[in-house]
């Protein structure tokens, strides 16, 4: 039979990355579970954490989408207080990274700025987002 619950992602033989992966995974279809996606979600920040501090910046997007995907779980929750932290630590991570994960990270944070009714934060923080130049292809 066939598991699907949040410790099949971190099962033996499971690389950390497909762990993490896998939590995020898990937590995302059951979004409607509040504890259990939470749950799933705490854990996968902390292993991100865990590969972050062992190889910084070949896990630092990894990291800051756990961040983001939480608080926006937050945010649903009506939340905001609990998002916004997340939010901004995602937003740090990716600013020396720059493009599409700073993009999307100032766009998390500008949402929890607005649940938070601080309206001229939130909307300085889409203009930076909109500054941002998509790379050439």
């Known amino acids: 039979m066939t598991?699907?619950?949040?410790?099949?992602?971190?099962?033996?033989?499971?690389?950390?990355?497909?762990?993490?992966?896998?939590?995020?995974?898990?937590?995302?279809?059951?979004?409607?579970?509040?504890?259990?996606?939470?749950?799933?979600?705490?854990?996968?920040?902390?292993l991100s954490r865990t590969l972050a501090?062992?190889?910084?910046?070949?896990?630092?997007?990894?990291?800051?989408?756990?961040?983001?995907?939480?608080?926006?779980h937050l945010l649903k929750r009506n939340r905001a207080v609990e998002a916004l932290p997340l939010a901004q630590e995602a937003v740090a991570l990716t600013r020396s990274i720059g493009g599409a994960p700073l993009v999307v990270a100032l766009t998390c944070l500008a949402s929890a700025y607005e649940a938070l009714h601080r309206y001229s934060e939130a909307a300085a923080t889409l203009a930076e987002a909109d500054e941002i130049t998509p790379p050439d292809d």
């Open 53 to 72: 501090e062992k190889s910084p910046g070949e896990h630092t997007v990894l990291l800051a989408r756990c961040l983001r995907t939480t608080a926006g």
């Open 3 to 46: 598991r699907n619950g949040p410790d099949d992602a971190t099962r033996k033989g499971t690389s950390e990355v497909d762990a993490v992966e896998g939590l995020l995974a898990y937590a995302q279809s059951r979004s409607r579970w509040g504890g259990a996606a939470l749950s799933s979600l705490s854990e996968a920040i902390a």
